[in-house]
């Protein structure tokens, strides 16, 4: 069961910042020397943030790879088959169903309407599962 929720509030609707933010917070997770698994809707967008986390700051270095068996990288990027981890960054537009078994969970939130009406039932999800969501206006 998470110790915390927290919920990134953007208020931009361009999705390429949404997911810059989530790279940085990555970045700093991975900095702290903590593991993190990367949830995303599906291959094109986990390939997607993959490419990004390579390339969102010129003097970044995260190590990190797709789901797939063993991880061997502090930081896993999947859409379906989970990898132990402390942190659970979930960008998909769905809580992952196993989103208990992380101590943390990141989530993000931004201005476009479909993207911000998700992010408001993740929310409620969360809510009503027993926990406290925390909200971090960027």
Request: aromatic share 12%; charged share 25%.
């Amino acid at each position: 069961m998470p110790e915390r929720v927290d919920f990134y509030v953007l208020g931009t609707s361009d999705e390429r910042e949404r997911l810059v933010y989530a790279c940085r917070l990555v970045e700093k997770a991975y900095l702290q020397d903590h593991t993190v698994y990367v949830h995303l809707a599906g291959p094109a967008e986990a390939e997607a943030f993959d490419e990004l986390l390579w390339t969102f700051a010129d003097r970044s270095f995260v190590p990190h790879e797709l789901a797939a068996g063993e991880p061997k990288s502090p930081v896993v990027i999947g859409c379906a088959q989970p990898a132990p981890a402390q942190l659970l960054v979930n960008l998909a537009p769905e809580p992952p169903a196993f989103y208990a078994d992380y101590a943390r969970v990141a989530d993000f939130v931004d201005a476009e309407p479909a993207r911000r009406d998700a992010g408001r039932r993740r929310f409620a999800y969360y809510r009503d599962h027993g926990h406290k969501p925390e909200t971090h206006n960027v």
